[in-house]
C-alpha cells in the first residue's frame, strides 16, 4: 500500500536501530512511501526500506556489528574515522549483503541531506545514478563531525546532514508532503545543550561558515523539535519515537542493548500503524 504521505528519518548513530525495527515494521504492514528524506543514519537505514530488503538494517547495525566490529578508535588511526567506513559503504553493501539497488531506482523519490562544509547550509541530494555514487552520497550525509574525515560530492567537501537539518521535516513539507510520518531516536521532550560554541581556532579553519554551523546546530535542532510537536498537535505528523530516555550513545558496540532499541522501534511502530493509515485517510 503506497500512501500518500512523506517519509522523515532523522540520524543519531547506532540510536538509529531504533529506526530499523520501525522500518521493519512498516515493511511488514505493506506500507511504503513516495517520498523519503533521511539524514544520517537515518538515510543508511532508509535505504534498506527502500529497497524492501527487510532485516538489513537490523543486519547491518547489530549481525555485521557483532562478527566484523566496525567501530573502534584503530579506525582513526587508519582510515581517520572512528568506523570501518572501508567496510560499511565498501564489503558489506557489495559483496556482505548486497544492496538491491535496482529496487531502489524503481521506487519513489529518496532525498539524502548532507552539510555543505563551503557554506555551512544543507545539502539535498537525490537520487544518484549509479551505486557508488549512491554510496557516496550516503557516507557524506553519516561522515560525524571531529570523527570522519569529510567527503567530496561532485568536489564539494560535505559532512553529516544533522549538523545542519537533523530533522527535515520543512523541508518535506517544502517539496510537496504536507502530512509525513517522523522516525526520530530520541524520546519525547529531548532538547539539545547547547555545544561547539568554543571550537579551537584550528578546527576546520578552511571552513568558517561550517564553523558556525556547529555552533548553531543545537539551537537549530531545538527549533526543529518545537516544530514538530506543534505539527504533531495539529495532527499533521505521526512520530514514532522511543519512549524512555535512551542510554545508549551513537557509536554504542553494546549488542544487547541495540537488540532491545530495534524491538522497541518495531513495537512503537505497530502501535502507530493505525495512526498512519488514518492520517493518510484524511
Avoid: W
Avoid at 539497488?101 to 545539502?123: Q, S, W
Amino acid at each position: 500500500m503506497i500512501l500518500n504521505l512523506g517519509l522523515v528519518l532523522e540520524g543519531g548513530g547506532m540510536r538509529g536501530i531504533f529506526t530499523s525495527g520501525a522500518l521493519d515494521c512498516l515493511l511488514d504492514n505493506s506500507i511504503e512511501f513516495p517520498y523519503i528524506i533521511g539524514v544520517s543514519a537515518g538515510a543508511s537505514n532508509g535505504l534498506s526500506f527502500a529497497s524492501k530488503q527487510r532485516g538489513r538494517g537490523r543486519f547491518c547495525d547489530i549481525d555485521a556489528l557483532a562478527k566484523y566490529r566496525y567501530i573502534g578508535l584503530r579506525y582513526l588511526l587508519s582510515q581517520r574515522c572512528i568506523m570501518d567506513y572501508k567496510f560499511l559503504f565498501g564489503d558489506l553493501p557489495l559483496k556482505i549483503y548486497p544492496y538491491d539497488f535496482n529496487t531502489y531506482m524503481n521506487g519513489g523519490r529518496f532525498v539524502f541531506v548532507a552539510t555543505n562544509c563551503l557554506n555551512g547550509a544543507p545539502e539535498y541530494i537525490e537520487k544518484p545514478s549509479t551505486l557508488p555514487g549512491l554510496l557516496d552520497v550516503c557516507r557524506a550525509s553519516c561522515s560525524l563531525p571531529f570523527l570522519c574525515p569529510i567527503v567530496k560530492v561532485g568536489g564539494v567537501p560535505m559532512l553529516d546532514g544533522g549538523i545542519s537539518d537533523a530533522i527535515p521535516l520543512r523541508r518535506a513539507i517544502a517539496d510537496g508532503y504536507k502530512k509525513n510520518v517522523l522516525i526520530l531516536t530520541r524520546n519525547r521532550g529531548y532538547r539539545k545543550r547547547d555545544e561547539f560554541q568554543h571550537l579551537p581556532f584550528f578546527v576546520y579553519a578552511k571552513y568558517p561558515k561550517l564553523r558556525k554551523a556547529l555552533a548553531d546546530k543545537s539551537g537549530l535542532y531545538n527549533a526543529s523539535m518545537d516544530f514538530v510537536d506543534e505539527l504533531e498537535q495539529k495532527g499533521e505528523v505521526v512520530v514514532i519515537r522511543p519512549r524512555n530516555k535512551i542510554e545508549i550513545d551513537r557509536l554504542s558496540t553494546n549488542i544487547a542493548a541495540l537488540e532491545a532499541l530495534y524491538d522497541e522501534g518495531y513495537r512503537c511502530a505497530s502501535e502507530s500503524v493505525k495512526n498512519i493509515l488514518k492520517i493518510n485517510s484524511q
